[in-house]
């Protein structure tokens, strides 16, 4: 049996009706840049969240840059980013002049450790990026109430994590403001790049809103410089067709991680993700720990399944960060983890057969070693 990573076509093929009648009427009327399905999306996507304010950009990595922009982060301000995240997370916060600090995780959540984060603040640090990393959402009540003593904004970095909830509410609706990605392969994901921003504050969503759009509220009168970074009507479009879907496909991903958790109970060796009982995992990523990681997946691989690492180096021992000159016990939870970490395929559409003949192969892979030593 063959098990992919991710099968988008899957996905597309369960919508292909809707899908295909909503991007020919994009083209019919030629609807390419804004216009209404744009509007449509964000207050739909902004309504989802519970948030007040949405503002969609080209991807999920502007999203970010261009939130710290409209909170006025910019040189000499210090962002602080948890060490185990993709790399958008710390370059946005590069791209706006501001100092990228790392922080290290949670090594149950592998999300931002709230102490951790208290240790780097300083005179100069003016947001906190929590990443809801692999669908799990971070320990938001600490954070918030780290930030709000140290005057710090708190940008949710939800772009693994839509319609995860915290505590019951729904990530994005928790901190100042939110960044998403809808790149193909996230939970809720679009046709090519598109990202969205939603915020409490309206007057600061407006700046988003002018920055995103070179600057310009009305064509042709540029109020200040900015940047193109918008979402064309083909992915809000597309957007728009598969956000009714989302709760469904989180759901089903659950019951994917459920069974997974089941089956792969009790191997010795083998760390199963787990879900703090405060989090509604969204497992945009299940995420296992094994020390044999390389060999487990060339075992896998052989009998056609597919795996990924998220992430194979942390952020501070990347080679884009080698001027901060960490060393490998500056994070030592990212650090140690980072060679045992392992994605199992993960999709809605994944069949229960699927998972099953994964998890067979893990415990035969795991029968093999422990007779091995
Ligand atoms: C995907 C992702 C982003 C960036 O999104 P793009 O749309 O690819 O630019 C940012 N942060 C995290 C945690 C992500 O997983």
Not at 243 to 272: C, F, M, S
Request: aromatic fraction near 10%; charged fraction near 20%; include cysteine.
């Amino acid at each position: 049996m063959n098990v992919p990573f991710v099968d988008l076509k899957a996905q597309y093929l369960s919508i292909k009706q809707p899908m295909d009648a909503a991007i020919a009427d994009v083209i019919a009327n030629t609807a390419f840049i804004g216009g209404k399905r744009v509007a449509d999306f964000e207050a739909a996507f902004a309504s989802y969240v519970g948030m007040p304010h949405c503002v969609s950009v080209a991807n999920g990595t502007e999203a970010i840059e261009i939130a710290l922009w409209a909170f006025g982060i910019g040189e000499g301000d210090e962002v602080i980013v948890p060490a185990n995240s993709f790399i958008a997370s710390s370059e946005a916060v590069t791209a706006t002049g501001a100092t990228v600090v790392f922080a290290d995780s949670d090594p149950t959540t592998y999300t931002l450790n709230p102490e951790e984060f208290r240790q780097k603040i300083t005179s100069r640090t003016k947001a906190v990026l929590p990443v809801h990393l692999y669908g799990h959402p971070a320990d938001m009540d600490p954070i918030l109430a780290i930030a709000h003593e140290h005057g710090v904004a708190v940008l949710e970095d939800a772009s693994q994590a839509h319609g995860a909830r915290y505590k019951g509410q729904m990530v994005g609706s928790i901190g100042n403001a939110a960044t998403f990605s809808f790149y193909p392969g996230k939970n809720l994901g679009a046709y090519g790049d598109a990202g969205g921003i939603v915020f409490r504050d309206a007057d600061i969503a407006d700046r988003a809103r002018l920055f995103a759009n070179h600057g310009s509220r009305k064509k042709y009168i540029h109020e200040i410089e900015g940047r193109n970074s918008r979402l064309d009507g083909v992915q809000a479009a597309v957007l728009s067709v598969k956000l009714p879907h989302l709760d469904g496909w989180n759901a089903a991903r659950r019951n994917h991680a459920k069974l997974y958790n089941e089956l792969l109970a009790g191997i010795e060796g083998v760390t199963t993700p787990t879900t703090a009982d405060w989090g509604e995992h969204v497992f945009h990523l299940y995420v296992i720990r094994t020390a044999e990681r390389d060999d487990l997946i060339e075992f896998l691989s052989e009998r056609g399944i597919s795996t990924g690492i998220h992430y194979p180096i942390s952020l501070p021992m990347t080679a884009a960060y080698a001027h901060f000159n960490h060393g490998i016990d500056d994070f030592p939870v990212a650090n140690g983890q980072m060679r045992q970490l392992l994605s199992l395929p993960m999709y809605a559409e994944l069949t229960e057969e699927m998972v099953r003949y994964v998890a067979v192969a893990i415990r035969e892979w795991a029968a093999i070693e422990v007779a091995e030593n």
